[in-house]
C-alpha cells in the first residue's frame, strides 16, 4: 500500500463498497426481470458484486480472495439484495433503468479500484488498466452469462460500455505511474466513465463497426 | 490437517471421490440428454466433477489444484463417465430422475467437505461456508452453462437448492468453529442437505418469491 | 526451465504468440458471424486469445498470468483482431472456414505449449496432459459461451476436437517425461493435431456415440 495514505485508503474502500452495492444491485433487478424467486435474487445478486473481485484478486494472486475474508463485502451485497426483495420497482420500464444506472456505477467504481489495486500489486501501467477493465466487465458478464443472456459489453446494440471502462482505466492507471496520484482524480475518472456511459445509453452512441458492415444488416441478437 | 486425525482425513478424502463420482455421473447424465457423443459425455462428467472442486482449490490459493495433481479424481470421474456410456438410462424420466439423485448427491457431499477444506485452510466461519456453497453450486454450474441452460440453481421453479447447500455449510462451518468436530456430524449434514434436496423435487417446495411477484405469472424461462 | 535451451524457449514463445494470433482470429472471425462492432470484435479476439493462457497460469499459481504481464500477448491478439476490422472477409463461407483453420491451429499450438509449461512448472506426466487439454480447449469454450453458443468441443455434431487436443498433449506430456525431448517433436504433434482437426472438418469423422444412441436420432443442439 506504498504511497497511498490512511485517508486514500479509506475512500478506495469505500469505492469498492459502493461498487459492490451498486452491481449487487444491478444483478437483483436482472433476477427480478426474469422472474426468479429470492434465493435466484440473492445468489445473481451476489455473483455479480463479488465476481469481478474475485476474478482480480486471483489474477493478482491475492488468495483467498477479499469477498470470502472481509465479510463487508458479502454483507454489502446481501443487503443490496434484501432491498430488492422487499422494494417493488414501479414498474418494468424503472427495473430496466435501474439496472442500467446501477451497473453503470458500478463499471466506474470498480475500474478505478481495480486499477489500483493491480497498481499497488505492482503490476505495470498497460497491466493494471487491462486488469481494471477485467475487473470491471467481470461482474457484469457474469450477470448476463448465469441469466442466459449474451454478455452486454458484446451485444452489437450494446452502446459504449468497454469504452468508457478501458479509457477510464488506462487514464487512472497513467496518473498512478506518471503523476502524484490523488483520490479525487479516480473519483473524477469513476464519474466521467459513469457519465459517458450513461449518456451513450440516453443519446444512442454506438462503438464503430466495422466499413464492411452496415448498420442496418446488424439484427440483434438478443 | 491440524485436529483432524487419520480416520477423519481418510473419511473426507472418501466423500470427495464419492462427490466427484455423483456429479461426474450427473454431468454425464446431462450430455446423454443433449445427445452427446462419448467425447461431449466424458467432457462434461469431468468438468461438472472437478469444476467445483477447482475453483475452491484456486480461490484458497492451493495451485495446482488437487484435480490436476491427485489421479483418483479424474479417474474417478472417468470411471463414472465410463459407466453411463456403457449402461442405457431404461428411459426419458429415468435418466431425469438419475441427474437429479446424482446431483443431489454431489451437492451435500461437496458441501461439507469444501467448508472442511475451506476450514483446514485457515479461512474464518462465515468464509468457509460461503466457499463450501461456491463448492458445491460450482460443478453444477458449470455443467449447465456448458450444455447451454440457465443454471438450475437460479431457475425460478428450482426447488430447493442454495439453500439446503447454505444450510449445510454454515452448520459444519459452526460446528468446526465451536465443538470437537467429528466426521459423522458432516455425513448427518450432507444427508440432510441430500434429503431437503430430494424432498423438496418429491414434494414441490419452493422458496420464496418476492410479495410483489405472483407464483402464477412467473412462466418458466427455461 | 531446466533442461530447455535458449533455441527452444525462443521457439516455445514463438509457438506460443502464435496460438495467440490464430485464436484471436478465430473470436474475431465468430464476432464477426455475429454482427457485433468493433468493440466486441476486439474484446472477443482477446478474451478467445488469452482465455485459455490465463486459465492455465491461474492453475499452475503463475500469479499474474503471463497475459497481463507480457505485452506481447495482448498486443499480438489486439494486431490479429486489426486485421479483421480492415479486411473483409469475401463470403459467409470463407468466414466460417478461417474460422475453423485458425480455430484448429490454436489448438495444436497450445496443446503442445500448455504441457510444456504445466511440465516446467512440475506437473506430473498425467496432470501436465490434462492441463495441456485444458490450455487448448479453454480459449474457444469462453469464445463460444460468450458468443452464447455450446462450445463447438461439446456439440454432438463436433467432429473430432478433444480427441486431437488430448492425444497432442498426452504424447508431448510422454515425451517429455521418456525422452530427451526436442522443440520439433512438439512442432510434429501440433502439426499432427492440426491436420486430425483439419481432416475430421473436411472428411466429416465423428467421435463415437454410445451404442444405445442411433446417430439418425441425434438432433443438432445449435
Redesign the interface.
Known amino acids: 500500500m506504498a504511497g497511498i495514505n490512511e485517508t486514500a485508503s479509506l475512500l478506495q474502500q469505500s469505492g469498492e463498497v459502493a461498487g459492490v452495492v451498486a452491481f449487487a444491485l444491478s444483478g437483483a433487478l436482472a433476477?427480478?426481470r426474469?422472474?426468479?424467486?429470492?434465493?435466484?435474487?440473492v445468489?445473481?445478486a451476489v455473483a455479480t458484486a463479488l465476481g469481478g473481485g474475485?476474478i482480480r484478486d486471483?489474477?493478482?494472486?491475492n488468495?483467498?480472495?477479499n469477498a470470502?475474508?472481509e465479510?463487508k463485502y458479502?454483507v454489502a451485497a446481501l443487503c443490496a439484495a434484501a432491498v430488492?426483495?422487499?422494494w417493488?420497482p414501479p414498474s418494468n420500464r424503472m427495473t430496466k433503468w435501474s439496472l442500467e444506472v446501477t451497473d453503470a456505477i458500478g463499471l466506474g467504481l470498480f475500474a478505478v479500484t481495480g486499477t489500483v489495486i493491480a497498481h499497488e500489486?505492482g503490476?505495470?501501467a498497460?497491466?493494471a488498466a487491462?486488469?481494471g477493465m477485467t475487473t470491471c466487465i467481470g461482474g457484469g458478464?457474469i450477470r448476463d452469462?448465469?441469466?442466459?443472456?449474451?454478455?452486454t459489453?458484446?451485444?452489437?446494440s450494446?452502446h459504449?460500455?468497454?469504452?468508457p471502462a478501458l479509457a477510464c482505466a488506462a487514464t487512472v492507471a497513467a496518473l498512478l505511474r506518471y503523476t502524484d496520484y490523488q483520490p479525487w482524480m479516480g473519483l473524477a475518472c469513476a464519474v466521467i466513465a459513469i457519465a459517458l456511459r450513461l449518456g451513450s445509453l440516453r443519446f444512442g452512441w454506438?462503438?464503430?463497426?466495422?466499413?464492411?458492415?452496415r448498420r442496418q444488416?446488424?439484427?440483434p441478437?438478443d
Open positions: 433476477a427480478v426474469k422472474n426468479m424467486d429470492i434465493v435466484g435474487i445468489l445473481l474475485i486471483l489474477i493478482i494472486g488468495t483467498p480472495p470470502f475474508t465479510m458479502p430488492v426483495c422487499v417493488q500489486w503490476m505495470s498497460p497491466g487491462l486488469l458478464v452469462m448465469l441469466s442466459g443472456q449474451i454478455p459489453v458484446l451485444q452489437p450494446q459504449l460500455y468497454a469504452i454506438h462503438g464503430p463497426q466495422p466499413w464492411y458492415m444488416n446488424a439484427d441478437i
